[in-house]
């Protein structure tokens, strides 16, 4: 998710505006990485000698003496590499990752969590004894190697830097796009990314994209959306690459109005700007079913009269993680009613 431009990146896309007031100092939390005889931990990623580069999405070449393999990595791109195969020794989030869904059905235990709050890293840790590598994070658009998603300022990322390299890994295009980005990264790493598991995850996600390309012919519409006190979000699917990718498949979403980007948004007194057959709603703000009802306009509108209110899921960008959202995704095409 990306923030209008009224708003912080780090707050909307840090897990909502509730979760940045309550920001506190952090103290870590987690268990250290088991280690093997020569010091690294069990991360799924081979050693080799030899030159090692990438080049990320935001430009920047990174080059090493030998493969990475201890990988620290911010929230949901962490998620992804566990999916592909690869255990960091590291997690900083906006939260922590046992309370986030986008960890559903992945092993934490044993991984350290160096931040629990946006931007609070506990730099000790992740340099002085966890040592890592390389630290991954998502990218965005117009984002810039000293301003990069998952850290508090320039200074932190320049501290972080003077010892590891960081990647970031850009959310442009569609889903399948910046999978394929995660893709050839673990691949660099190390991951069979011909055959194995991650041959069967996109067999997989291949067969849901054409479930959902199917439960698209039902022809209903669609809009994600964030909530807050004053303001309602109306997500422009060409924006987000999970959206964009459903919109390929067919999924229908309005054209929203204005030139910036991501975001449309209403003041909720003009929550009726468009009905759509279901809302999709985000599960990062702190806003509930209940509250959305409060909101008279909103309440109006035939999806929330008919129940067709869905959640939003930031799911992380691999083939396990799309294709479980894209199934309910096609379960509610199928089933909502035509409403609009």
Known sequence: MRPAPALSRRRLLGGGLAAVAGLTALTACGGEAETNAEGSADTGVAPEDGPWSFT????????????????????????????????????????D???????????????????TAYGEI???????????????????????????????????????????PIAGILQDGTALDVIRANEELV??????????????????????????????????????????????????????????????????????AGKDYYWEIVSWERADTYSPDLFLYSERDSYTLDQYAEQPTFAALPAPRAGQMHPWVVSAMDYVSQAAYMRRLAEWLREDDDVA
């Open 56 to 95: 990320d999405g935001i430009g920047q070449d990174i080059a090493l003496d030998a493969r990475p393999t201890r990988i620290a990595a911010y929230g949901d791109q962490a998620a992804a590499l566990m999916h592909f195969g690869i255990t960091p020794v590291a997690i900083f989030h906006y939260q």
């Open 97 to 115: 990752p046992a309370t986030d869904s986008t960890f559903d059905g992945l092993d934490l235990d044993g991984i350290p969590v160096v931040g």
């Open 122 to 164: 506990d730099l000790e840790q992740l340099l002085g004894e966890i040592r890592p590598d390389l630290v991954v994070t998502t990218s965005y658009r117009e984002e810039t190697p000293d301003t990069m998603y998952g850290f508090k300022d320039k200074t932190q990322i320049d501290t972080i830097r003077s010892q590891v």
């Open 187 to 256: 691949g660099l790493l190390g991951v069979d990314v011909e055959g194995g598991k991650v041959a069967e995850d996109r067999a997989a996600f291949e067969q849901v994209s054409d479930e959902l390309r199917e439960a698209a012919g039902t022809g209903l519409t669609a809009v994600a959306i964030y909530a807050e006190d004053a303001n309602l979000y109306y997500a422009k699917a060409p924006d987000d690459p999970a959206l964009a990718y459903y919109a390929e498949l067919g999924v229908q979403f309005p054209e929203f």
